[in-house]
């Protein structure tokens, strides 16, 4: 399939400016405007959303001091099923996701995982001054850009702007520092295989250095044009579950595209880890029955990582969820 770049008008642009405001008529129009980026497309970027630009290139830059470590010291961190941490070369596999295609090879970038929430047990951290807290203060702002959204999509539902507020009060949140080093890859090989996400919203922090590519229903692979201080979001899994199907779940793929290393920074999204995901009631008619079993959040998320780092985490898992 050829690749090309998207233009603004096929990855809607949405601009949070009246969410900080307070507007109430520009809030009505976000949510519009989110119901038809995740009813058609699944993806959309946001600017003016109140994430300090000078904090998002400093997690650009210990990702990348991170992954300079010597190898010894990022193996000495290597995460399992409950805990955070490295996760090597080739060690995961876009199991969980169909669109991966029969052929399926191991990953070919490195990362670190950081997570919050959820059932995970805690983290493990490098020895870099002032990386634990760093993190920590990225993962509060991206958190609280991701509860504002909340709201939005409520109400791009027809449902109370709190409804999804019980099932967040203690969200499932992971920060993904990966690097994809420069190389050649072979067929049906990429940085991370075509997938989708599994949790609730993508935030992806724009980059200059080329890699990823999507794949909307009725179009070939595309490069998502590079909007300065801007996040690009995607729908994953469970949100699809949760509206019935209605709002996507887009394939996506990454490799590293350019003859300089990749560093990228997707921080993931989800309810807390008890909540049951069942399609909500504006989703659901009798003409349009339930397509989904009620499920856990967390639930989900155990099946998805077991099946994806069985490897690492020991554990494994049915080809179809839960």
């Known amino acids: 399939m050829s690749v090309t770049e998207a233009s ?36 959309f ?9 000078g904090l998002v290139e400093d997690i650009y830059g210990a990702t990348q001091m991170l992954h300079a470590l010597p190898q010894t010291e990022k193996d000495a961190i290597t995460m399992d099923r409950t805990h955070g941490g490295y996760l090597g070369m080739g060690a995961g596999t876009s199991y969980a996701s169909e669109i991966a295609g029969e052929v399926r090879k191991p990953n070919q970038n490195e990362a670190f995982f950081i997570h919050e929430g959820g059932y995970r047990e805690s983290n493990q951290y490098p020895d870099l001054g002032g990386f634990k807290e760093l993190t920590a203060s990225y993962i509060r702002k991206m958190e609280g850009l991701a509860d504002s959204l909340m709201t939005i999509l409520a109400l791009s539902l027809d449902l109370d702007a709190s409804f999804f507020a019980k099932d967040f009060d203690i969200p499932s949140v992971t920060l993904r520092m990966s690097h994809y080093p420069v190389m050649q890859y072979a067929d049906n090989e990429w940085g991370l295989a075509p997938h989708t996400d599994s949790s609730i919203f993508t935030f992806l922090p724009v980059n200059d250095t080329p890699g990823l590519e999507v794949r909307p229903a009725g179009y070939d692979w595309i490069q998502p044009s590079v909007i300065p201080c801007s996040f690009l979001v995607n729908s994953g899994d469970m949100l699809k579950r949760w509206t ?46 339930s397509r989904y079993e009620p499920i856990t959040y967390g639930d989900y998320q155990r099946w998805f990582i077991d099946r994806n780092y069985k490897k690492m985490t020991g554990q494994s898992a049915s080809e179809t969820p839960p």
Do not use: C, K
């Open 244 to 289: 019935n199907g209605l709002y996507l779940s887009t394939a996506h793929r990454a490799s590293n595209l350019s003859d300089i290393d990749r560093y990228a920074v997707p921080f993931f999204y989800g309810a807390r880890d008890d909540a049951v995901v069942d399609p909500v009631p504006t989703t659901v008619s009798e003409s349009n029955p």
């Open 45 to 53: 970027s946001i600017v003016n959303h109140g994430v300090p630009w």
């Open 8 to 43: 603004t008008g096929l990855i809607p642009v949405l601009d949070l400016q009246a969410l900080v405001d307070g507007d109430p008529e520009g809030i009505r129009d976000l949510a519009l405007e989110l119901r038809q980026a995740l009813e058609e497309i699944g993806f």
